[in-house]
């Protein structure tokens, strides 16, 4: 496999689980540490001193953290996102960042679409019908969900997985598909199977007529709150929200709003401006919110291909390699 083979070994820091076997992979080429910044935050600083390959997810580093590691060559993220990571230190020191984009994509578009699914049909707050016993006769208008078939989709954001929710809405369930990016897609060299189903359309036009808005958007300074009370609204009365992208897109404030206020229907939501949801807020327990801890790609077959990609990209890295994913830091 590209990259096993190295010279001297390199110190790596593991901060966070990885699959037995990839940890193996990691430990018969270098000197490996395995830490938890979340349970010892010290133990884990002392060991950047020497690294010069770190390899992980769900831990902030930040600049202080990396100016505790003066050797370091290479990030490895086990995730899509680069939230986490200060691109521009990054950049500035020459640290490579890489990350695990395509091996996610369908995993993630299967939950969203779920998500979509659960939430209109209602089948979270139906199924507990059932298992606290409440459910004595059939059930009438007031549980009524509503059809996801036929309808027509709003995607914020077109990348690879916007691409594959679009596939799963036009050709499994005759929906009409409706995105917002930054720029059309080529869907004839892209996503042929897209076109003449998936139309680029102004935002504007897009909220007030989509029956579901999907956001699939990045965190970035333009996108950070870009769901405000001025976009929800606008949407299409008795619309259903859908986030599958990144938790601090929305102000949670105004989605709840929209939800109590109008226009919203309901919201189903995989991600939260704070992770894991403060048990105090209100989305945790909203009658027509249906919320997941996050689990877009959360299933055993992908997250081990993104720890294998992630490994993979270190060890070709240290080898001095070109990595399968780096990020592009200094495009950021």
């Given amino acids: 496999m590209a990259g096993e083979a190295v010279g001297t070994p390199k110190h790596v820091v593991v901060f966070g689980a990885l699959p037995p076997d990839q940890l193996a992979r990691l430990q018969a ?6 830490t938890n910044p979340k349970a010892d ?7 950047l001193a020497q690294a010069e390959g770190l390899i992980g997810a769900s831990y902030p580093i930040t600049p202080a953290l990396l100016d505790k590691a ?3 060559r290479v990030v490895s993220s086990v995730s899509v996102g680069v939230d986490n990571y200060p691109l521009a230190a990054l950049q ?5 960042l890489c990350h695990t984009p395509g091996v996610l994509d369908e995993t993630v578009a299967d939950t969203v679409f779920g998500l979509l699914m659960a939430t209109s049909r209602r089948m979270v707050e139906l199924a507990n019908l059932v298992r606290e016993g409440r459910w004595a006769k059939s059930v009438g208008e007031d549980l009524y969900g509503w059809d996801v078939h036929h309808k027509t989709i709003g995607l914020l954001g077109f990348g690879r997985i916007g691409q594959a929710i679009a596939r799963r809405a036009a050709l499994g369930f005759g929906m009409q598909v409706l995105y917002h990016a930054r720029r059309p897609v080529d869907l004839a060299t892209q996503a042929p199977e897209l076109v003449g189903k998936a139309t680029h359309t102004p935002l504007a036009e897009l909220l007030p007529r989509a029956d579901f808005v999907v956001a699939m958007l990045p965190l970035s300074d333009t996108t950070r709150g870009m769901l405000n009370a001025e976009l929800f609204a606008q949407m299409k009365p008795g619309s259903i929200f859908i986030n599958g992208g990144r938790g601090a897109t929305v102000d949670e404030a105004a989605l709840l ?4 206020h109008g226009p919203l229907r309901a919201a189903g939501l995989d991600v939260f401006a704070k992770e ?4 105090a807020s209100p989305l945790r327990t909203h009658p027509r919110v249906t919320p997941l801890p996050h689990i877009g790609s959360a299933t055993a077959e992908t997250r081990h291909a993104m720890a294998a990609l992630a490994v993979t990209n270190l060890l070709q890295v240290l080898a001095g390699e070109q990595a399968t994913a780096a990020y592009d830091t200094a495009a950021a």
């Fill in 29 to 34: 080429a270098h000197q490996v540490t395995v």
């Fill in 41 to 47: 935050p010290a133990a884990f600083e002392a060991a």
């Fill in 70 to 72: 003066p050797r370091l």
């Fill in 92 to 96: 500035q020191r020459g640290i490579v």
């Fill in 257 to 260: 709003h929209a939800l109590d």
């Fill in 276 to 279: 894991p949801l403060p048990t």
